[in-house]
């Protein structure tokens, strides 16, 4: 599904309405499926800048994930969701909540 995404939270933190509307991503593609972590099977939704096939500049295209999602609310074209993303790397690595406002693009 081709879809612009605004993020509502930062680190975990709420952003102003203001913050979150003028900042939203470029059209790309969302999808849902399922990761093992550790010994668990996790929804995964994903948004790609590209085609989720499509390498470019060496990187697959994912621009970010929404772990365990759920569907808040769904409206004329627009779905909210709730979830956890993953910041940081390594041992520093930790899940946060997440929001995300899709809007689906022709």
Do not use: D
């Not at 096939?53 to 295209?61: E, I």
Request: aromatic fraction near 8%; charged fraction near 20%; charge should be positive.
């Amino acid at each position: 599904m081709k879809v612009i995404v605004y993020t509502l939270r930062n680190q975990g933190r709420k952003l102003a309405e203001s913050a979150w509307r003028n900042n939203p991503t470029k059209p790309g593609t969302m999808s849902l499926s399922s990761t093992t972590y550790g010994e668990r099977r996790v929804e995964l939704l994903t948004f790609y800048e590209t085609q989720p096939n499509q390498v470019v500049a060496g990187k697959n295209g994912l621009a970010m994930a929404l772990y365990e999602p759920r569907l808040i609310t769904l409206g004329s074209g627009r779905m909210r969701f709730a979830g956890f993303e993953s910041v940081g790397t390594g041992q520093e690595a930790r899940g946060v909540v997440q929001e995300w406002i899709t809007e689906v693009v022709p």
